[in-house]
Protein backbone atom coordinates (compact mmCIF):
# COMPACT_ATOMS: atom_id res chain seq x y z
CA UNK A 1 0.00 0.00 0.00
CA UNK A 2 0.94 3.62 -0.95
CA UNK A 3 0.87 6.32 1.96
CA UNK A 4 2.06 9.21 -0.64
CA UNK A 5 -0.98 12.18 -0.68
CA UNK A 6 -1.20 11.89 -4.79
CA UNK A 7 -1.14 8.39 -5.59
CA UNK A 8 1.31 7.46 -7.61
CA UNK A 9 1.39 5.53 -11.29
CA UNK A 10 1.43 2.13 -9.75
CA UNK A 11 -1.37 2.67 -7.45
CA UNK A 12 -4.23 -0.05 -7.90
CA UNK A 13 -7.63 1.12 -7.67
CA UNK A 14 -10.50 -1.16 -7.51
CA UNK A 15 -13.70 -0.10 -9.48
CA UNK A 16 -17.32 -1.11 -7.10
CA UNK A 17 -20.13 -1.00 -9.62
CA UNK A 18 -20.48 -1.63 -13.06
CA UNK A 19 -22.76 0.86 -14.60
CA UNK A 20 -22.59 3.38 -17.02
CA UNK A 21 -20.12 5.20 -14.97
CA UNK A 22 -18.04 2.69 -13.31
CA UNK A 23 -17.48 1.21 -16.86
CA UNK A 24 -15.94 4.31 -18.83
CA UNK A 25 -13.95 5.27 -15.45
CA UNK A 26 -11.82 1.67 -15.18
CA UNK A 27 -11.20 2.16 -19.23
CA UNK A 28 -10.30 5.57 -18.13
CA UNK A 29 -7.59 5.09 -15.56
CA UNK A 30 -6.67 1.71 -17.48
CA UNK A 31 -5.62 3.77 -20.65
CA UNK A 32 -3.65 6.23 -18.16
CA UNK A 33 -1.83 3.46 -17.01
CA UNK A 34 -3.09 2.73 -13.76
CA UNK A 35 -3.49 -0.77 -12.20
CA UNK A 36 -7.21 -1.69 -12.08
CA UNK A 37 -9.77 -3.96 -11.02
CA UNK A 38 -13.33 -4.49 -12.17
CA UNK A 39 -15.52 -2.76 -12.42
CA UNK A 40 -16.76 -5.29 -10.18
CA UNK A 41 -20.33 -5.36 -9.04
CA UNK A 42 -21.77 -5.06 -6.11
CA UNK A 43 -21.11 -7.76 -3.70
CA UNK A 44 -18.24 -9.01 -5.75
CA UNK A 45 -15.01 -9.76 -3.84
CA UNK A 46 -12.23 -6.91 -3.32
CA UNK A 47 -8.35 -7.40 -3.70
CA UNK A 48 -6.52 -5.73 -1.28
CA UNK A 49 -5.79 -2.27 -3.05
CA UNK A 50 -5.17 1.60 -2.21
CA UNK A 51 -8.16 3.13 -3.32
CA UNK A 52 -11.45 1.46 -4.18
CA UNK A 53 -13.98 4.23 -6.05
CA UNK A 54 -17.68 3.29 -5.57
CA UNK A 55 -20.05 3.96 -8.56
CA UNK A 56 -22.93 2.87 -6.87
CA UNK A 57 -26.49 4.74 -6.05
CA UNK A 58 -26.39 7.21 -3.52
CA UNK A 59 -28.73 4.89 -1.42
CA UNK A 60 -25.91 2.15 -1.59
CA UNK A 61 -23.05 3.94 -0.82
CA UNK A 62 -22.99 3.33 2.74
CA UNK A 63 -22.50 -0.60 2.88
CA UNK A 64 -20.79 -0.66 -0.33
CA UNK A 65 -18.20 1.67 1.81
CA UNK A 66 -18.49 -0.60 4.19
CA UNK A 67 -17.98 -3.30 2.13
CA UNK A 68 -14.87 -2.04 0.60
CA UNK A 69 -13.29 -1.41 3.85
CA UNK A 70 -11.52 -4.17 4.72
CA UNK A 71 -9.77 -4.36 1.43
CA UNK A 72 -9.00 -0.95 0.73
CA UNK A 73 -6.69 2.02 2.13
CA UNK A 74 -9.12 4.51 1.05
CA UNK A 75 -12.03 4.58 -0.12
CA UNK A 76 -14.19 7.28 -2.91
CA UNK A 77 -17.35 7.72 -4.28
CA UNK A 78 -18.10 9.63 -7.38
CA UNK A 79 -21.99 10.91 -6.19
CA UNK A 80 -22.01 14.70 -6.62
CA UNK A 81 -24.88 14.91 -4.18
CA UNK A 82 -24.04 12.63 -1.05
CA UNK A 83 -21.25 14.26 1.31
CA UNK A 84 -17.92 12.35 2.95
CA UNK A 85 -19.70 10.62 5.51
CA UNK A 86 -18.99 6.96 4.73
CA UNK A 87 -15.81 7.81 2.68
CA UNK A 88 -12.68 9.40 2.59
CA UNK A 89 -12.96 11.45 -0.69
CA UNK A 90 -14.81 11.77 -3.45
CA UNK A 91 -14.72 13.04 -7.19
CA UNK A 92 -17.39 13.68 -9.17
CA UNK A 93 -17.21 14.26 -13.03
CA UNK A 94 -19.50 17.23 -14.62
CA UNK A 95 -20.62 15.49 -16.80
CA UNK A 96 -23.72 12.51 -18.51
CA UNK A 97 -22.71 9.38 -19.15
CA UNK A 98 -23.76 6.67 -21.70
CA UNK A 99 -21.83 4.20 -20.75
CA UNK A 100 -20.11 3.45 -24.06
CA UNK A 101 -18.04 6.12 -24.47
CA UNK A 102 -14.13 6.07 -25.06
CA UNK A 103 -11.12 6.97 -22.36
CA UNK A 104 -10.88 10.73 -23.80
CA UNK A 105 -14.54 11.73 -22.29
CA UNK A 106 -13.04 12.81 -19.46
CA UNK A 107 -10.47 14.94 -20.88
CA UNK A 108 -11.37 18.95 -19.65
CA UNK A 109 -14.26 18.47 -17.74
CA UNK A 110 -14.59 19.96 -14.56
CA UNK A 111 -15.04 17.54 -11.48
CA UNK A 112 -15.82 18.65 -7.83
CA UNK A 113 -13.58 16.70 -5.48
CA UNK A 114 -13.09 16.58 -1.84
CA UNK A 115 -11.72 14.90 0.90
CA UNK A 116 -11.82 14.58 4.43
CA UNK A 117 -7.92 15.61 4.86
CA UNK A 118 -5.62 17.68 2.87
CA UNK A 119 -4.29 14.31 1.96
CA UNK A 120 -7.18 12.96 0.70
CA UNK A 121 -8.14 16.60 -1.15
CA UNK A 122 -4.66 15.74 -2.88
CA UNK A 123 -5.60 12.31 -3.60
CA UNK A 124 -8.90 13.25 -5.41
CA UNK A 125 -7.06 15.74 -7.43
CA UNK A 126 -4.40 13.38 -8.81
CA UNK A 127 -7.13 11.13 -9.45
CA UNK A 128 -8.85 13.49 -11.06
CA UNK A 129 -6.22 15.12 -13.33
CA UNK A 130 -5.19 11.68 -14.14
CA UNK A 131 -8.11 11.41 -16.01
CA UNK A 132 -7.79 14.66 -17.65
CA UNK A 133 -10.54 16.29 -15.46
CA UNK A 134 -10.06 20.12 -14.34
CA UNK A 135 -10.89 19.86 -10.39
CA UNK A 136 -12.94 22.38 -8.04
CA UNK A 137 -13.41 21.59 -4.57
CA UNK A 138 -16.91 21.22 -3.36
CA UNK A 139 -17.85 20.63 0.30
CA UNK A 140 -20.40 18.98 1.80
CA UNK A 141 -22.28 22.37 2.80
CA UNK A 142 -22.53 23.19 -0.90
CA UNK A 143 -23.57 19.78 -2.30
CA UNK A 144 -26.93 20.43 -2.78
CA UNK A 145 -27.04 23.65 -4.82
CA UNK A 146 -24.03 22.15 -6.93
CA UNK A 147 -26.27 18.87 -7.53
CA UNK A 148 -29.47 21.18 -8.26
CA UNK A 149 -27.23 22.97 -10.76
CA UNK A 150 -26.01 20.10 -12.42
CA UNK A 151 -29.44 18.93 -12.59
CA UNK A 152 -30.95 22.01 -14.06
CA UNK A 153 -27.82 22.20 -16.44
CA UNK A 154 -28.75 18.90 -18.34
CA UNK A 155 -31.51 16.94 -16.56
CA UNK A 156 -34.08 19.49 -16.78
CA UNK A 157 -32.90 20.78 -20.03
CA UNK A 158 -33.75 17.49 -21.81
CA UNK A 159 -37.52 18.07 -20.17
CA UNK A 160 -37.63 21.48 -21.53
CA UNK A 161 -36.07 19.92 -24.92
CA UNK A 162 -38.30 16.88 -24.71
CA UNK A 163 -41.28 19.92 -24.69
CA UNK A 164 -39.92 21.56 -27.81
CA UNK A 165 -39.66 18.55 -29.89
CA UNK A 166 -43.37 17.23 -29.11
CA UNK A 167 -44.32 20.62 -30.67
CA UNK A 168 -41.81 20.54 -33.53
CA UNK A 169 -43.09 17.29 -34.60
CA UNK A 170 -47.05 18.74 -34.95
CA UNK A 171 -45.48 21.20 -37.48
CA UNK A 172 -43.73 18.54 -39.33
CA UNK A 173 -40.43 19.59 -37.86
CA UNK A 174 -37.54 16.76 -36.64
CA UNK A 175 -35.79 17.38 -33.77
CA UNK A 176 -32.13 18.01 -35.79
CA UNK A 177 -33.57 20.85 -37.16
CA UNK A 178 -34.00 21.98 -33.46
CA UNK A 179 -30.04 21.15 -32.54
CA UNK A 180 -28.65 24.18 -34.13
CA UNK A 181 -30.41 26.47 -32.23
CA UNK A 182 -29.50 24.55 -28.95
CA UNK A 183 -26.04 24.42 -29.96
CA UNK A 184 -25.70 28.33 -30.12
CA UNK A 185 -28.21 29.13 -27.44
CA UNK A 186 -25.66 27.15 -25.07
CA UNK A 187 -22.63 28.86 -26.60
CA UNK A 188 -24.06 32.34 -26.78
CA UNK A 189 -25.22 31.48 -22.61
CA UNK A 190 -21.40 30.44 -22.20
CA UNK A 191 -19.59 33.66 -23.51
CA UNK A 192 -22.38 36.53 -22.30
CA UNK A 193 -24.61 34.87 -19.50
CA UNK A 194 -28.78 34.38 -19.99
CA UNK A 195 -28.84 38.11 -20.09
CA UNK A 196 -27.02 38.08 -22.85
CA UNK A 197 -27.81 35.68 -24.71
CA UNK A 198 -31.50 35.47 -24.51
CA UNK A 199 -33.81 36.50 -27.75
CA UNK A 200 -37.21 35.72 -29.04
CA UNK A 201 -40.67 36.97 -27.80
CA UNK A 202 -40.09 37.81 -24.35
CA UNK A 203 -36.93 39.41 -24.88
CA UNK A 204 -38.52 41.51 -27.57
CA UNK A 205 -42.07 42.38 -25.27
CA UNK A 206 -44.18 41.07 -28.37
CA UNK A 207 -46.94 39.66 -25.46
CA UNK A 208 -49.11 38.75 -29.19
CA UNK A 209 -46.59 36.12 -29.83
CA UNK A 210 -46.14 34.54 -26.42
CA UNK A 211 -49.92 34.65 -26.13
CA UNK A 212 -50.46 32.59 -29.37
CA UNK A 213 -46.84 30.29 -28.12
CA UNK A 214 -49.14 29.58 -25.06
CA UNK A 215 -51.99 28.47 -26.88
CA UNK A 216 -50.59 26.14 -29.47
CA UNK A 217 -48.95 24.23 -26.32
CA UNK A 218 -52.15 24.75 -23.78
CA UNK A 219 -51.50 20.71 -23.08
CA UNK A 220 -48.25 21.81 -21.79
CA UNK A 221 -49.63 25.15 -20.02
CA UNK A 222 -48.06 24.29 -16.33
CA UNK A 223 -44.57 24.26 -17.90
CA UNK A 224 -44.88 27.35 -20.14
CA UNK A 225 -46.15 28.91 -17.57
CA UNK A 226 -43.34 28.46 -15.47
CA UNK A 227 -40.82 28.81 -18.05
CA UNK A 228 -42.11 32.37 -19.08
CA UNK A 229 -42.22 33.79 -15.83
CA UNK A 230 -38.67 33.26 -14.84
CA UNK A 231 -37.70 34.13 -18.48
CA UNK A 232 -39.03 37.52 -17.75
CA UNK A 233 -37.44 37.64 -14.53
CA UNK A 234 -33.99 37.55 -16.52
CA UNK A 235 -34.91 39.58 -19.59
CA UNK A 236 -35.52 42.65 -17.07
CA UNK A 237 -31.87 41.94 -15.71
CA UNK A 238 -28.48 43.77 -16.87
CA UNK A 239 -26.60 41.23 -19.05
CA UNK A 240 -23.44 40.08 -16.90
CA UNK A 241 -25.76 39.45 -14.35
CA UNK A 242 -27.25 36.38 -12.56
CA UNK A 243 -30.95 36.41 -11.54
CA UNK A 244 -32.53 34.75 -8.51
CA UNK A 245 -36.25 34.14 -9.56
CA UNK A 246 -38.29 34.35 -6.26
CA UNK A 247 -40.92 31.38 -6.38
CA UNK A 248 -43.64 33.73 -6.35
CA UNK A 249 -42.26 35.08 -9.91
CA UNK A 250 -43.05 31.75 -11.58
CA UNK A 251 -47.03 31.45 -12.52
CA UNK A 252 -49.35 28.85 -10.88
CA UNK A 253 -49.58 25.83 -13.01
CA UNK A 254 -52.84 26.69 -15.54
CA UNK A 255 -52.68 30.54 -14.86
CA UNK A 256 -52.31 33.47 -18.07
CA UNK A 257 -49.01 34.23 -18.19
CA UNK A 258 -48.72 38.12 -16.99
CA UNK A 259 -47.57 40.30 -19.18
CA UNK A 260 -44.72 43.21 -18.25
CA UNK A 261 -46.01 45.73 -16.54
CA UNK A 262 -49.52 43.92 -15.11
CA UNK A 263 -51.17 43.75 -12.01
CA UNK A 264 -49.98 39.86 -11.88
CA UNK A 265 -46.54 40.43 -12.24
CA UNK A 266 -45.67 43.88 -10.44
CA UNK A 267 -47.05 41.61 -7.40
CA UNK A 268 -44.97 38.64 -8.10
CA UNK A 269 -41.81 40.99 -8.04
CA UNK A 270 -42.62 43.36 -5.59
Do not use: K
Not at 62 to 69: I, V
Amino acid sequence: MHSTPALPSETTIAIVGAGRLGGVLARALHAAGVEIVGPLRRGEPIPPVDLAILCVPDAAIPAAAESARGSAARVAHVSGATGLGDVDLSIHPLQTFTGTESPTVFCGVGAAIDGRTADDRARAAWLATTLGLVPFRVDDAHRASYHAAASFASNFVLTVLDAAEELAATAGVDRAHLAPLVRQTVDNWTVSGAAAALTGPIARGDEETVARQRAASAHLAPLFDALAASTRAIARTEPGSVVAVPRSAVAAPGSAVAAPGSAAENEAHA
